[in-house]
């Protein structure tokens, strides 16, 4: 277990339906990272929160928003879902923002959209 | 150009072998280096760290960073079959300038396979 803790770990859904996705960061760490995978794409960066702020946004599309919350758990939501959104979705954590020493992940979230 | 090169195998050894793993990379602004292990199903772990150009080792685990060639490598030695997974390459480099922010990129990762 690495502390990272995310839900559900399975969703199906239709296409044009609106889905969410649950981070809880490891204990201590105010920083959230939310990654897409794919098999063509790899590991794409979508955002990071630190601290409830958004720090860095990455290939995020306009559908997919997110937040972080007080008590620091972020959710990630996806909305007018397309066949292309299926992926496995990874939320990760870090001490402090700066990140340099790497993320610990999450378990991920598999997304397909029917 | 992407920013971060990595074949993705799959790359199949007998059990023993000593394995290398690469990746190349374009931005000469990655400072800090690192190789994630995947697990089918499950998601990447950290498993080395470097900084600067030279040699890292654990255990059976040796990393190495060429920055004049922005060249990286990952090299298992007395490979076993619980090596088996997606290995990926990351670099961290700073979001914006004041130094406050890092966002690491990750290769698209090599599908490892060790046979007994």
């Known amino acids: 277990d690495s502390g990272v803790t995310q839900t559900p770990k399975h969703l199906i859904t239709a296409t044009g339906q609106r889905v969410t996705l649950r981070c809880s960061p490891r204990?201590?760490?105010?920083?959230v990272y939310w990654y897409q995978q794919s098999l063509d794409q790899g590991l794409q960066f979508l955002i990071q929160y630190y601290n409830g702020e958004e720090r860095a946004k990455g290939n995020i599309l306009e559908r997919f928003s997110a937040q972080q919350f007080p008590d620091l758990h972020s959710e990630l939501n996806l909305s007018s879902l397309e066949l292309g959104d299926s992926a496995l979705y990874f939320c990760?954590?870090?001490?402090?923002?700066?990140?340099?020493?790497?993320?610990?992940f999450g378990s991920g979230t598999r997304l397909t959209v029917v | 150009q992407k920013e971060v090169e990595q074949d993705p195998g799959p790359l199949s050894v007998p059990e023993g072998a000593i394995v290398s793993l690469n990746c190349t990379y374009s931005?000469?602004?990655?400072?800090?280096f690192m190789w994630y292990r995947q697990y089918s199903r499950k998601g990447p772990e950290l498993l080395m760290y470097t900084y600067s150009s030279g040699n890292k080792e654990d255990g059976r685990f040796t990393a190495q960073v060429d920055k004049s060639s922005k060249y990286i490598s990952l090299f298992i030695r007395d490979s076993q079959p619980s090596d088996s997974a997606t290995y990926l390459c990351?670099?961290?480099?700073?979001?914006?300038?004041?130094?406050?922010?890092?966002?690491?990129?990750f290769g698209k990762g090599t599908l490892l396979t060790v046979n007994p």
């Open positions: 990760a954590s870090s001490v402090g923002q700066l990140g340099f020493y790497g993320y610990t």
């Open positions: 931005n000469s602004a990655f400072q800090y």
């Open positions: 990351a670099m961290s480099a700073l979001t914006d300038s004041g130094g406050s922010n890092y966002k690491l990129t």
């Open positions: 204990s201590g760490d105010l920083s």
